[in-house]
């Protein structure tokens, strides 16, 4: 299961492209860590020369802690995905932003980079247990080591 997607030539395709993905790790530092596969049902398609649409559903399952009492939880991914595909070398001159585009070496196609990308960008900011988790009451710093004040407070 964990045989490496390989780059292809994006080019040289017979569209469209289905691609049924199974990640089991990704290279994102800053994020939490993976609960389970990533899972991509993608489907490349060719809009004219040189330019690609990317359509599809990404799910996956992390674990991460709470920003504010750092308890582990477990943020869900689940979104779709509509880009164009430009190769790299047209980053520079490209004034038209009316679509999400997505720049990459077309002749060296790599979608774990695109996925990648993509969970980066649908990642939460702010990742906590509740929402207003300690916003009411915030944790002194005094108490994050005294572990047992809050039992003897409540036997008082
Ligand atoms: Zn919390």
């Not at 799910?59 to 509509?82: G, P």
């Amino acid at each position: 299961m964990s045989e490496n997607i390989k780059t292809f030539n994006l080019k040289e395709g017979a569209f469209p492209i289905r691609m049924n993905l199974l990640l089991e790790d990704i290279d994102l530092e800053n994020i939490g860590r993976l609960k389970n596969s990533v899972c991509g049902n993608i489907v490349i398609s060719l809009i004219s020369k040189d330019l690609f649409r990317c359509e599809g559903s990404i799910n996956t399952v992390f674990i991460d802690n709470c920003q504010s009492c750092l308890k582990d939880i477990e943020v869900s991914l689940n979104f779709k995905c509509n880009l164009v595909l430009k190769d790299e070398a047209l980053m520079m001159d490209d004034d038209s932003n009316q679509d999400q585009t997505h720049y990459q070496n077309l002749e060296y196609f790599d979608v774990k980079q695109l996925i990648q990308e993509e969970i980066s960008l649908n990642y939460p900011n702010i990742v906590k247990c509740e929402e207003d988790c300690l916003e009411i009451e915030p944790i002194k710093k005094e108490e994050k080591n005294l572990p047992f004040k809050k039992i003897r407070d409540l036997i008082d």
